[in-house]
């Protein structure tokens, strides 16, 4: 028996049911079927040709079987290689870039038309250098002298300063005084001149530590008055034989001397300079006049003298045809570790000239 169930709703989609075998009886390419309602049907061939269609379609979604439209997915677009702009997105106008005039030449100053000799490759000097017991044993000496003898001046020292600024004045420390004497080569066959000595704390190492002769100038006359009783009061605090002899004066050689006066016009200053063998300015505060007048100085030193500063030796122009002064002095760009100046507590470049023969 062969039952066929049709749907109402779909005439396209049927059902069939086999209930016994031996029901189904084709008799000349003809079926006889029996439906729900025990009505017999007759299929030819077309019959069969709708049935067979039936049955190899397809199963629908399943929200097609309770009527829904079909679901249209989106198609993404291919994502673009170059992203545009934030203001392109959004449909904001490009914007526009303003064009930045030029800048105009600037006025060439006086630094700028002077000449520098050309610079060496940097120096560090502060190389590890283990300090013996005497040294530091000097370095104490040396400030607990002035201690005792510049400290109670200080307020008298500070009102002199503002008139000359205060920026004006500084001191470099014990440490790079001792590595400038050990790069120099300064011993007790040699003169040292410190070009603006204040209160002689520099000059008075020198002879200390190295034996040599060591000449002073100050400007400041409360500054310079103070040298002397600073080296007495040194000497006094000396206790070997070879600290006394380096810092005691006599007859025959002065070993340490302090004058009052202007670097460029005292005469004592202009008869050192011919024979020191190291001179020290700390012209950080220099004017171009004062460094030019530095360098007629730095002319003065004989072949193979040195001078330290901190602060390059500028040069003025000069007419056609005459020769520069810089030609006769070798310089040496040196760097210094952080600490080692009071005018600046960071790393600082400071230049040693060399006189040429």
């Not at 500070?158 to 080569?185: C, I």
Request: include cysteine; hydrophobic fraction near 35%.
């Amino acid at each position: 028996m062969l039952e066929l169930a049709s749907t109402p709703h779909c005439h396209c989609h049927a059902e069939l049911f086999v209930t016994h075998a031996a029901d189904f009886t084709p008799a000349c390419g003809m079926a006889t079927l029996t439906s729900t309602s025990e009505q017999p049907r007759s299929f030819g061939h077309d019959s069969f040709s709708l049935l067979e269609k039936a049955m190899n379609t397809k199963r629908p979604a399943p929200m097609e079987q309770v009527g829904a439209a079909p679901v249209k997915r989106r198609k993404l677009a291919p994502p673009t290689t170059k992203r545009p702009a934030p203001e392109e997105s959004n449909g904001a106008a490009p914007t526009k870039r303003r064009k930045v005039a030029p800048k105009a030449p600037a006025t060439p100053s006086r630094r700028s038309t002077r000449r520098i000799a050309p610079k060496t490759k940097d120096v560090n000097i502060f190389h590890e250098q283990a300090l013996d017991e005497k040294q530091l044993e000097m370095y104490t000496k040396i400030e607990a002298a002035r201690d005792a003898v510049v400290f109670p001046h200080e307020e008298a020292i500070s009102k002199t300063k503002q008139l000359h600024g205060a920026d004006t004045y500084g001191e470099l420390s014990f440490w790079f005084q001792t590595a400038l004497f050990r790069k120099t080569g300064l011993t007790s066959e040699h003169v040292f001149v410190d070009l603006g000595s204040g209160v002689g704390n520099i000059v008075l190492q020198a002879a200390l530590e190295t034996g040599c002769t060591a000449y002073g100038c100050e400007l400041n006359s409360v500054c310079a008055n103070l040298a002397a009783p600073f080296h007495a009061d040194l000497l006094a605090r000396c206790t070997t034989d070879v600290e006394r002899r380096r810092l005691t004066n006599t007859a025959r050689k002065e070993r340490v001397r302090f004058v009052e006066g202007d670097i460029f016009k005292n005469d004592e200053v202009g008869s050192w300079i011919p024979q020191a063998d190291l001179v020290l300015c700390t012209n950080l505060k220099f004017s171009f006049d004062m460094n030019d007048e530095l360098l007629v100085l730095a002319m003065q030193m004989k072949p193979g003298a040195r001078m330290a500063t901190l602060s390059p030796l500028f040069l003025g122009t000069y007419a056609p045809g005459e020769q520069s002064p810089m030609k006769q002095l070798a310089e040496e760009r040196c760097r210094a570790r952080e600490g080692e100046s009071r005018w600046t507590w960071g790393a600082f470049d400071w230049y040693l000239y060399t006189k040429r023969d």
